[in-house]
C-alpha cells in the first residue's frame, strides 16, 4: 500500500512539473515570438510598433500588427532571444484590414540565420475571454525590448476586447495572449484615452473578429495560412512545412556568440519517453486496481431486526392496554368523586337544615323563657298591687287588664285588635269557667275555683307565647 501512494505522488509531480513547464514554454515563445516594427510613412519619419509571429511557412515568417503601424509596403522587424537583439529585418506588406487596423508582414526566413521564431496561433472559433480572465501581452513600448504584462479581460464593445492595464505607447499591433500563452485572442491596437491613468483601458481586436475579416479578405497563396489555422484542433495544429533555405544577408545576431547562433543538437528523449510511458502504465494499473477493489466491495451484513420489532411492538400493545385500563379507573374514580361531591353537597345541605332548626328552637327556647320571666314579674307586680287579700279572679281580671294595656302601648291599633280578640276569647272562657265553677260549688267542689283559674292563667300564658310566632 506504501508503494502504492509513493507512485501516485510521484505521478503527480510529475504532472505538475510537465504543466508548469508548458506554461513557462508558452511565456517563452511569447516572448520570442514578438518583435519591434519599424515602417517609414513616406514623409521621413517611421512608425514604431509590435507585431507578433503567427505563423512559419512556405520560406516565410508571418508577422501579425496594426494597419496603422505598416503603413507602407515594406516593414522592418527586429527580434530578441537570449538577451539579444537582431538586426532589423525586412519584410513585405502583405495583407492589410483598415477596418480591423490589421496586417501581415512576411519576413523570409533566411533572414532568422537558421533559427526558425515560434509561431503563437490565433484563437479557435470556438474559444471564448470571459470578463475577469487572466491575458497576457509582451509588446515593445517607445520602441525599446520587448516586455511581458499581465491583466485581464473586463468586457467587450462590439467586435472589440477591452482590458486593463491601459498600454503605453509603443504597443500597438502587441498581440493579446490566452493566460498560458497558447493561443493569440486579440490584436491591441489602442487606448480608451490619450493619458494613462488607473481608469484607462486598452481596446483590441478580437479573434474571431479578426479572424473572419482576413479569411474574407485573403485570396493569395502565401497567406492561406491564416484561415488554415482552423485546422487546429485541442492537441495542436498540424506540422508546419518549412522551405529550407540558405541564410542571406550574413549574420543578423552580430552580439550572440557563435555558439548559441548555431541551432541546438536535437536531444534524444527516447529513453526519457520509455521511462514516462512505463512510469504512464504504472499508474493505469494502479487506477484499475483501485476501480476494481472499489467496484466489489465487501458487503455489509444486515442484522436481522424482526425478534427486536416483534418485541417493541408488543411492549406497545402492552402499554395501550395498561393506558385502556388506567382510563377505565379514572373514569370510575372520576364518578366516585361525584357522587362524594354529590353526598357532601346534601349533606351540607342537611347540616345547614338542623343548623337552622337548632337556631330557631334556640330562639324558641329563649323566647319562651323570656315570656316565662315577664309573665312571672307582672304575676308578682299585679300581686303586690292588690295585695294579700286578693282573690284569684281578682288577680286573673287584674293581670288580663295588665297584659291588655301593654299591647295596647306597644303594638298601637293592631296590638289592640290582636288584645281585644285573645280578651274575648278569655272573657269566654273565664264565662265558661265561672259558670263551671258555680255549678262545682253548687256540687259542692271547693277545689273547682283554683283549677279553673289555673287552668285559664296557663291558657292566657300559652296564648302570650304563640302571639309573638304568629307575629
Not at 362524594?340 to 353537597?345: E, F, L, M, P, Q
Request: overall charge neutral; proline content about 5%; charged content about 25%.
Amino acid at each position: 500500500m506504501r508503494r502504492f501512494w509513493i507512485n501516485v505522488l510521484i505521478a503527480i509531480v510529475l504532472i505538475v512539473a510537465v504543466v508548469a513547464t508548458a506554461a513557462h514554454a508558452g511565456i517563452s515563445e511569447c516572448i520570442d515570438a514578438t518583435c519591434r516594427v519599424t515602417c517609414p510613412d513616406g514623409s521621413g519619419k517611421a512608425n514604431c510598433g509590435s507585431g507578433c509571429v503567427i505563423q512559419v511557412s512556405n520560406g516565410y515568417a508571418w508577422i501579425l500588427t496594426n494597419d496603422h503601424v505598416a503603413s507602407g509596403s515594406r516593414a522592418w522587424c527586429q527580434f530578441y532571444r537570449h538577451g539579444h537583439t537582431s538586426q532589423k529585418m525586412e519584410g513585405v506588406v502583405k495583407f492589410r484590414h483598415k477596418q480591423l487596423d490589421a496586417a501581415i508582414i512576411a519576413v523570409h526566413a533566411s533572414h532568422f540565420g537558421g533559427w526558425v521564431p515560434p509561431a503563437i496561433p490565433t484563437a479557435p472559433a470556438d474559444y471564448v475571454v470571459r470578463p475577469g480572465e487572466t491575458v497576457l501581452s509582451v509588446g515593445c513600448a517607445e520602441g525599446h525590448w520587448p516586455s511581458l504584462w499581465r491583466g485581464h479581460a473586463i468586457g467587450y464593445s462590439g467586435s472589440n476586447l477591452l482590458f486593463r492595464p491601459g498600454p503605453e505607447g509603443g504597443r500597438s499591433g502587441s498581440a493579446i495572449f490566452s493566460r498560458d500563452g497558447r493561443y493569440i485572442v486579440g490584436l491591441l491596437k489602442q487606448r480608451n484615452t490619450r493619458e494613462v491613468t488607473d481608469q484607462t483601458h486598452g481596446i483590441a481586436t478580437y479573434c474571431r473578429a479578426l479572424r473572419q475579416g482576413i479569411n474574407a479578405s485573403i485570396r493569395t497563396a502565401d497567406a492561406g495560412y491564416f484561415y488554415r489555422r482552423d485546422q487546429c484542433g485541442p492537441n495542436g495544429c498540424p506540422p508546419q512545412q518549412q522551405q529550407q533555405q540558405q541564410p542571406q544577408g550574413g549574420n543578423n545576431w552580430p552580439t550572440l556568440p557563435p555558439a548559441q547562433v548555431e541551432v541546438a543538437p536535437k536531444v534524444d528523449l527516447t529513453v526519457t519517453n520509455g521511462k514516462l510511458d512505463a512510469l504512464n502504465d504504472n499508474v493505469a494499473a494502479l487506477l484499475v486496481e483501485i476501480r476494481t477493489d472499489r467496484a466489489a466491495p465487501e458487503p455489509i451484513p444486515v442484522p436481522d431486526v424482526t425478534p427486536v420489532v416483534e418485541e417493541q411492538a408488543a411492549k406497545i400493545a402492552e402499554l395501550r392496554q395498561a393506558d385502556e385500563l388506567a382510563t377505565a379507573e379514572r373514569e370510575k374514580l372520576a364518578e366516585a368523586v361525584q357522587g362524594a361531591v354529590d353526598v357532601t353537597a346534601e349533606t351540607h345541605k342537611q347540616v345547614g337544615q338542623v343548623v337552622a332548626e337548632q337556631q330557631r328552637v334556640s330562639a324558641l327556647i329563649t323566647k319562651e323563657g323570656t315570656i316565662g320571666m315577664r309573665r312571672a314579674e307582672r304575676l308578682d307586680r299585679i300581686e303586690k298591687q292588690l295585695g294579700e287579700d286578693a282573690g284569684k279572679i281578682e288577680t286573673t281580671k287584674a293581670y288580663m287588664k295588665d297584659w291588655f294595656d301593654d299591647r295596647i302601648r306597644n303594638d298601637g291599633t293592631a296590638g289592640w285588635i290582636r288584645a281585644a280578640l285573645i280578651l274575648a276569647l278569655a272573657a269566654a272562657f273565664t264565662l265558661f269557667v265561672v259558670r263551671d265553677i258555680k255549678d262545682k260549688r253548687e256540687t259542692g267542689d271547693p277545689l273547682a275555683i283554683e283549677k279553673l283559674v289555673d287552668r285559664i292563667q296557663e291558657r292566657l300564658g300559652r296564648d302570650q307565647a304563640e302571639e309573638p310566632t304568629k307575629q
